[in-house]
């Protein structure tokens, strides 16, 4: 089945490592997202790719970092730099272009707990 | 700028009885618009889109909403809520090119049985 996956689900870290949060599609999306939730504020947007090799940032892109090697995967890096970094974490992929454009497709998320 | 408001943090609803879920939204040209679903720890899921077309939208599980541009509103509608649909609501603003969406804070539905 096509879709995006997200790994791993839970993830416990001690403050001041670096953790790299896993996303992959095999819906031959372009584009990919990565967004954090947290309760009472809707999801706000970390950083975006339209194409490979590219990425833009979003709204809340300190301490974070993100590479578009592939297609198919868009991994996101938390780093020590990221102040609060403990919330839920989703990956998402989209079309671009035609009329399915700002139709997101998701995966299910990786929760981030900071020790 | 675009921004959306969801009227309602917490909405609970019994079982066989209307569902509303209302939204605002500001945009400086003619917005899509969409309504996500999301079920406790999971991603969201899309339930219906506005792109200019029929202003009444009709989605999945039995959901609709209708654009009004005279009240800049996209409230989200169900005749009947069943207990499967307690989960928290999005309502989603984007431009034409779709590249950057704007989350409102979302609605948690809560049904009774």
């Known amino acids: 089945d096509g879709g995006i996956t997200q790994s791993p689900k839970y993830l416990f870290r001690k403050e001041g490592q670096n953790v790299t949060l896993s996303c992959e599609q095999n819906?031959?999306?372009?584009?990919m997202y990565w967004y954090r939730q947290d309760p009472g504020q809707g999801l706000r947007l970390i950083y975006y790719?339209?194409?490979?090799?590219?990425?833009q940032k979003g709204d809340i892109a300190e301490g974070y970092s993100v590479s578009r090697e592939k297609k198919e995967s868009f991994p996101l890096t938390v780093t020590s730099a990221q102040k609060n970094p403990t919330a839920f974490y989703l990956c998402?992929?989209?079309?671009?272009?035609?009329?399915?454009?700002?139709?997101?497709?998701f995966g299910e998320g990786s929760r981030l707990t900071v020790l | 700028a675009q921004s959306v408001t969801q009227l309602d943090s917490h909405v609970s609803v019994s079982e066989g009885t209307p569902v509303l879920l209302r939204c605002n939204y500001s945009?400086?040209?003619?917005?899509?618009l969409f309504w996500y679903v999301q079920h406790p720890n999971k991603g969201l899921q899309l339930l219906l889109k506005y792109t200019s077309a029929a202003t009444l939208v009709k989605g999945i599980n039995g959901f609709e909403a209708e654009f009004k541009k005279s009240e800049t509103s996209f409230h989200l509608t169900k005749p009947s809520a069943h207990m499967s649909d307690a989960a928290e609501y999005f309502c989603v603003v984007s431009d034409r090119g779709g590249n950057k969406l704007v989350f409102g804070a979302g609605t948690i539905l809560r049904v009774k049985s």
């Open positions: 819906l031959n999306h372009d584009a």
């Open positions: 790719s339209q194409i490979v090799n590219d990425f």
């Open positions: 945009s400086s040209y003619s917005p899509s």
């Open positions: 998402a992929s989209s079309s671009t272009g035609g009329p399915d454009t700002g139709e997101l497709f």
